[in-house]
T-cell receptor
C-alpha cells in the first residue's frame, strides 16, 4: 500500500511564475491536508479538503494561493506569481474518512521543496 | 486557539541513555496529541498519538509518551537511545471539537552521541 505521494519533490521557479504542487493521498483516504514548513520552523496548516470540497482554508494566504481536490486525480496546491517568501517545503497529508470511533491519524508525504529565485 | 510549545530546540543524549523530548500544549477542551519524526529531506513519520485512556502511550521504534493533564504536557521518551534516533521531532495537537487541523510545535532536534 503506497503512502502519500507528492510531486515534484523539488521545484524551482522564478519570481512571477506559477507553481503547481500535486498530492496523491494514500489508497482509501478521502481527506487531504496541506501544510507549509519554512526553514527552521514547524509545519503550519494551510488547507483541508475532501473530494471536490474545501472544508477549512483558514491557513491559506488570501491571495495567489488556491487548492483543489477533484473527484478524479490528485489534490493540487497552486501558487500564482510566486515570490521569494514562498520558498518552503510544502507537505501534504491524508487521512481516511472518520469512522466516528475516534481520531484518524494524518499520514504525510515526502514534501515538495519549492525554491523561488 | 490551540498551541504547542517545545521548549528545547536541541537535545543531546549519549547512546544507550534514556531520552526525553518535552512538549506542552494549550487547547480548549480535551486534546488529541501526536508525535512525528522528520529525517533530513523527508516527510514526517507518525510515531504515536494520545486520544483517551491510559496516560502512557506506546508507539513506533520503542518510543512512548506520557500525557499529563494537570501539567498540560505530552513528553516523548525512550529508555535507551540509538544513534539512528537522531532526527527532528515534532509535537502536535488537535482539539476534539471537529477542527481537523494539526497545530505543530517548532520542533526539537535530537542528537544521539555515540
Amino acid at each position: 500500500n503506497a503512502g502519500v505521494m507528492q510531486n515534484p519533490r523539488h521545484l524551482v521557479r522564478r519570481r512571477g511564475q506559477e507553481a503547481r504542487l500535486r498530492c496523491s493521498p494514500m489508497k482509501g483516504h478521502s481527506h487531504v491536508y496541506w501544510y507549509r514548513q519554512l526553514p527552521e520552523e514547524g509545519l503550519k496548516f494551510m488547507v483541508y479538503l475532501q473530494k471536490e470540497n474545501i472544508i477549512d482554508e483558514s491557513g491559506m494566504p488570501k491571495e495567489r494561493f488556491s487548492a483543489e481536490f477533484p473527484k478524479e486525480g490528485p489534490s493540487i496546491l497552486r501558487i500564482q506569481q510566486v515570490v521569494r517568501g514562498d520558498s518552503a517545503a510544502y507537505f501534504c497529508a491524508s487521512s481516511p474518512q472518520r469512522t466516528g470511533k475516534g481520531l484518524e491519524t494524518q499520514y504525510f508525504g515526502p514534501g515538495t521543496r519549492l525554491l523561488v529565485l | 486557539a490551540q498551541s504547542v510549545a517545545q521548549p528545547e530546540d536541541q537535545v543531546n543524549v549519549a547512546e544507550g541513555n534514556p531520552l526525553t523530548v518535552k512538549c506542552t500544549y494549550s487547547v480548549s477542551g480535551n486534546p488529541y496529541l501526536f508525535w512525528y519524526v522528520q529525517y533530513p529531506n523527508r516527510g514526517l513519520q507518525f510515531l504515536l498519538k494520545y486520544i483517551t485512556g491510559d496516560n502512557l502511550v506506546k508507539g513506533s521504534y520503542g518510543f512512548e509518551a506520557e500525557f499529563n493533564k494537570s501539567q498540560t504536557s505530552f513528553h516523548l521518551k525512550k529508555p535507551s537511545a540509538l544513534v539512528s534516533d537522531s532526527a527532528l521531532y515534532f509535537c502536535a495537537v488537535r482539539d476534539m471539537k471537529g477542527n481537523e487541523k494539526l497545530t505543530f510545535g517548532t520542533g526539537t532536534r535530537l542528537t544521539i552521541i555515540p
